[in-house]
């Protein structure tokens, strides 16, 4: 599907009947400084990402847990990064305030008020594709009504609530975090076609 849908909007049923999709490229997790240094080198080589972060929810009125993951989507490969592992560091932060790298992604003010809580930063070149669906006179906003009405598939949502900082991901929260910042890329290249 090269085009823009001449749809505007889909129901949950309509999503319901998609097959489902996920990212099924190569997936770095990374868990030690030393290598956020060498995946920053290759995301920097990119115009656009897709981006994303994931925090493990809360269930309790008044308690918050830090963002624990930060992923980034290339075309061909998606980075894991467990902050909760790394800190937030120095090429992170020059990547977040980086404005010639479009960071593609969904409720990216609740993403980056998150990373700020971390370490304090400038950021730069973050485009919300709520906005951009918007202008193309779209009325979904959310991830997954944008990925069946651009896309043309489900995604799952099944590991949005787990333990993003349990000792090791599962493949369900590796699959689940790598296809959202990557559908986030995908429906960026869409958007910005129009």
Request: hydrophobic residues 40%; charged residues 25%; aromatic residues 6%.
């Amino acid at each position: 599907m090269t085009h823009l849908p001449n749809k505007t909007t889909i129901s949950n049923e309509e999503i319901n009947d998609l097959p489902l999709g996920a990212f099924e490229g190569k997936v770095s997790v990374i868990t030690n400084r030393e290598k956020v240094e060498k995946a920053f080198a290759e995301i920097s080589k990119h115009k656009m990402v897709g981006f994303d972060t994931e925090t493990k929810p809360v269930f309790v009125s008044g308690h918050s847990n830090k963002v624990a993951l930060l992923q980034i989507a290339l075309p061909e490969k998606v980075y894991l990064i467990r902050l909760n592992e790394t800190g937030l560091t120095q090429p992170i932060i020059d990547f977040l305030e980086n404005e010639s790298i479009l960071k593609a992604g969904v409720a990216l003010r609740d993403d980056i008020k998150g990373l700020q809580k971390l370490h304090h930063y400038h950021p730069a070149g973050f485009v919300e594709l709520a906005h951009l669906s918007k202008e193309a006179g779209l009325e979904v906003e959310s991830v997954k009504k944008l990925t069946a009405l651009l896309l043309g598939f489900r995604i799952s949502k099944s590991a949005q609530t787990s333990n993003w900082e349990a000792d090791t991901l599962n493949e369900k929260q590796i699959s689940y975090a790598a296809t959202d910042a990557w559908v986030c890329l995908e429906i960026f290249k869409k958007l910005h076609k129009k």
